[in-house]
């Protein structure tokens, strides 16, 4: 793991849901996504960077279906762990997605902000379905009623880190999802 700058505050991580949990989980929401998509001509993937990146991949990988890859990133966080208000698009989808089936694949469902507008943007372009496979849900802090049809797991209001989720770009290579505990 990388040592934190110094100007940030010193923090452990306290392991959440482990590894194998994680991956018994992906296996069991990938099967219901090849059942609810089983007529699809192609299923486009749509991942949202970066704290979707393993995810996507190992879920990808279960689905048993004929699918496209294809990623976005917005912005909304910076490095703290504070959400701020703003959601720009930093990297468009590459392919066109009128008359496609989406699935859209997000690291953690917070607010609800990010996701919301994601979706307005892609509901602009006119995809024939749209579901959400989210792999972390806070309820808790939901701001905008928003909703995923698959969640991997439901999580207190707690900042967590690991399998591709990161505090300030740190921790993502962690292979189970962790909390972040300022010491
Ligand atoms: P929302 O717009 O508030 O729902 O925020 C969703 C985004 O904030 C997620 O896609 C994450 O990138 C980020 N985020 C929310 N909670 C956490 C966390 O606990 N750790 C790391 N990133 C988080
Ligand atoms: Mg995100």
């Known amino acids: 793991m990388t040592t934190p700058p110094t100007s940030a505050k010193p923090y452990t991580i306290d392991e959440m849901i482990s ?63 504070e959400s701020s208000r703003e959601v720009r698009i930093l990297k468009d989808l590459r392919g066109e997605i009128e008359g ?28 024939k379905r749209v579901e959400v496979c989210a792999l972390l849900d806070k309820p808790s802090r939901r701001e905008v009623e928003v909703k995923a049809r698959w969640i991997g797991f439901e999580i207190p209001d707690r900042f967590v880190v690991g399998y591709g989720i990161d505090y300030a770009q740190r921790n993502r290579n962690l292979p189970h999802i962790g909390a972040v505990r300022f010491l």
């Open 19 to 81: 590894a194998k949990a994680i991956a018994a989980r992906v296996e069991s929401l990938a099967r219901e996504i090849s059942e609810h998509f089983a007529d699809t001509e192609k299923l486009v993937v749509v991942g949202l960077l970066r704290g979707s990146f393993i995810f996507i991949a190992d879920l990808v990988r279960e689905l048993d279906l004929p699918v496209e890859v294809d990623f976005l990133e917005v912005s909304s966080y910076g490095n703290s762990t």
């Open 100 to 127: 496609r089936d989406l699935l859209v694949v997000e690291d953690i469902v917070d607010t609800g902000r990010t996701l919301s507008h994601v979706l307005d943007i892609l509901g602009t372009r006119h995809p």
